[in-house]
């Protein structure tokens, strides 16, 4: 399996609260991405990036910014979180284009 | 943009049976992917294709470019094999997939 972790795997927070959600990789992977799967849709992506510093919006971009100082981390943010915002969180990565690697994925709810 | 349909969206079957989930999509693509997700746990990919056919164990995967179609099959069906299964389609000079919203199978001993 691909060496991709996520943190935390489960967290509870309060609207209008910030909210970071670190996405780690040993692979040394050039692409990573954030995405959100809730019921009724299939995965949407948030955020990807393409190296180090470089970063792109998704479909569903709006409340979400995203951080990648390092190869290895990739950091999706939620500045103030909304009850919207509940979902759970996969993050992937990929070296060739169309082949990703999923993580384990994270549960956010927003109370 | 791509579109990405998925049937059935709910499966149920016995032990046993052979199993088809179909995809189809409405953009030529350059990659089609089948992913695995067990209940509560996290995403897998089966397969990569681009044309043809691949075969892995019991699960077999087909595409046909001109129809802008895929199958999985799934070969004496097993209670393990009860998960969502995902078709995700990549675009031509595109890094992004865009995802089906998946079919549930059930497999009852």
């Known amino acids: 399996d691909a060496g991709i972790t996520q943190s935390p795997r489960h967290k509870v927070t309060e609207t209008g609260t910030p909210v970071t959600l670190r996405c780690h990789q040993t692979e040394n992977h050039r692409y990573m991405y954030w995405y959100r799967q809730d019921p009724g849709h299939g995965l949407r992506l948030i955020h990807y990036?393409?190296?180090?510093?470089?970063?792109d919006k998704g479909e569903v971009s709006d409340g979400y910014s995203v951080s990648r100082s390092k190869t290895e981390d990739f950091l999706l943010t939620l500045e103030s979180a909304t009850s919207s915002q509940t979902s759970v969180y996969f993050c992937?990565?990929?070296?060739?284009?169309?082949?990703?690697?999923f993580g384990p994925g994270t549960r956010l709810t927003v109370t | 943009k791509n579109e990405v349909e998925q049937s059935p969206q709910n499966l149920t079957a016995q032990e046993g049976e052979f199993i088809t989930i179909n995809c189809s999509y409405s953009v030529g693509i350059s990659a089609l992917h089948w992913l695995q997700q067990h209940p509560g746990g996290g995403i897998v990919s089966l397969f990569m294709l681009s044309s043809g056919k691949k075969k892995h164990g019991r699960l077999i995967a087909t595409i046909n470019i001109q129809e802008k179609h895929s199958s999985l099959h799934i070969t004496a069906s097993h209670p393990r094999d009860s998960a969502v299964y995902i078709c995700a389609v990549g675009d031509f000079g595109n890094e992004k997939l865009t995802f089906g919203t998946g079919t549930r199978l059930t497999i009852i001993p």
């Open positions: 992937a990565i990929s070296e060739f284009v169309y082949e990703q690697y």
């Open positions: 990036s393409y190296g180090v510093k470089d970063t």
